[in-house]
């Protein structure tokens, strides 16, 4: 793999899929900052991934905030002399009906997209001084394919608006080196389910899927090493690639 050395960003960190990437840049040889709101579990995780701290450091705060996504690059910097791999995972998800959002729910997910777009700034602005670079981006599949048991108007409307950012960053720093993919996740098993879903509730959307089975960590984890990795998929840039079990291929 060509991620040794590489130094790797990912904000929605400490926990789900965000955690998970952390350990696999880690185990490919990469160096890692992780960025998450709660300073405690950035810190149990980064103790748990490397002792030693030599190759993870991490940047607690709220990555809606400018000051916490230059805080991260900072940190990158500082630790590590550089960005080249930045991932924008930081994310909440709600089910609920059009007309009982409240405006403050949309003003959350629109500052998510706000996060996604400056933090990807400040870390291009890097990659330009390395000569390339990696951006990859969490999207949705109820971006792409609204489903009527889960009305999440909010969160589709923010997924959406990352899908093209993504496509149109792409675009715009290809002739830099800089290449930026997206995966469109349907329901992985994660913590950030453990509030909205009963065990039985979550168990049950297991034949939603095509597969027939949620996906798992390791499932967006190894899409993410593969998008971030020069030698696997070099050639590969503006694509939202679907993560899904197959929701998206046609009606199950």
């Not at 994310?91 to 405006?103: C, M, N, Q, W």
């Amino acid at each position: 793999m060509s991620l040794t050395g590489k130094v790797v960003l990912i904000t929605g960190g400490g926990t789900g899929m965000g955690a998970d990437a952390a350990r696999g840049f880690l185990d490919a040889g990469a160096k890692v900052v992780i960025n998450g709101r709660r300073e405690d579990k950035l810190a149990a995780l980064a103790s748990t991934l490397d002792p030693t701290s030599q190759n993870i450091a991490y940047v607690a705060g709220d990555i809606r905030k400018t000051e916490t996504s230059a805080e991260l690059i900072k940190m990158a910097i500082l630790k590590f002399g550089g960005v080249d791999i930045l991932i924008n995972n930081a994310g909440v998800f709600a089910a609920k009906p059009f007309l009982l959002h409240t405006e403050e729910e949309l003003d959350g997910y629109l500052q998510l997209l706000r996060a996604y777009f400056i933090t990807s700034q400040y870390a291009i602005k890097e990659m330009l001084e390395r000569g390339s670079g990696t951006v990859i981006n969490i999207g949705s599949m109820w971006a792409n394919h609204a489903i009527a048991a889960t009305p999440c108007c909010g969160a589709a409307t923010w997924k959406g608006g990352v899908h093209a950012f993504t496509k149109n960053l792409a675009i715009e720093y290809a002739p830099h080196k800089i290449r930026v993919n997206c995966i469109a996740t349907a329901l992985v098993e994660t913590p950030l389910f453990d509030e909205l879903l009963t065990i039985e509730q979550l168990q049950s959307f297991n034949t939603f899927h095509p597969i027939g089975r949620n996906g798992q960590v390791k499932d967006t984890t190894a899409a993410i090493l593969f998008l971030a990795d020069e030698e696997l998929s070099g050639w590969i840039t503006g694509v939202v690639l679907p993560l899904d079990g197959g929701v998206t291929a046609g009606r199950n």
